[in-house]
């Protein structure tokens, strides 16, 4: 089993990126997929999953309305849009996957089987 996230790079404020997580050895649509990052000195986070029962998206309160969480089925694939970055949004970026993954445990780091290597995001002018 194996994820791969990609797309990260540097981009100024206000700049757009689309995250990709690409899985290998499992079907992501029956997992619940999650979106974490962390920055240096801080401890991984959070920010986006999409439950596997109904494909529903989930985000925390600080990009709410400017990413976008979403999976093509057939590119067994996981995207994550992220619109209107902010400086405070740099860190690495991760995808992880998870069969077991319940909305409880959907944000926590111990909720998932497989994890991508990440990818790095920094927005800086």
């Known amino acids: 089993v194996q994820l791969q996230a990609y797309g990260g790079g540097l981009v100024q404020p206000g700049g757009s990126l689309k995250l990709s997580c690409a899985a290998s050895?499992?079907?992501?649509?029956?997992?619940?997929i999650g979106w974490f990052r962390q920055a240096p000195g801080k401890e991984r986070e959070w920010i986006s999953g999409?439950?596997?029962?109904?494909?529903?998206?989930y985000y925390t309160d600080s990009v709410k309305g400017r990413f976008t969480i979403s999976r093509d089925t057939a590119e067994n694939t996981v995207y994550l849009q992220m619109d209107s970055l902010k400086p405070e949004d740099t860190a690495v970026y991760y995808c992880a996957s998870g069969y077991r993954t319940i909305l409880s445990t959907m944000t926590m780091v111990s909720g998932y089987d497989y994890w991508g290597q990440g990818t790095q995001v920094t927005v800086s002018s």
């Open positions: 999409m439950r596997r029962t109904d494909a529903r998206p």
């Open positions: 050895g499992l079907t992501l649509a029956v997992t619940t």
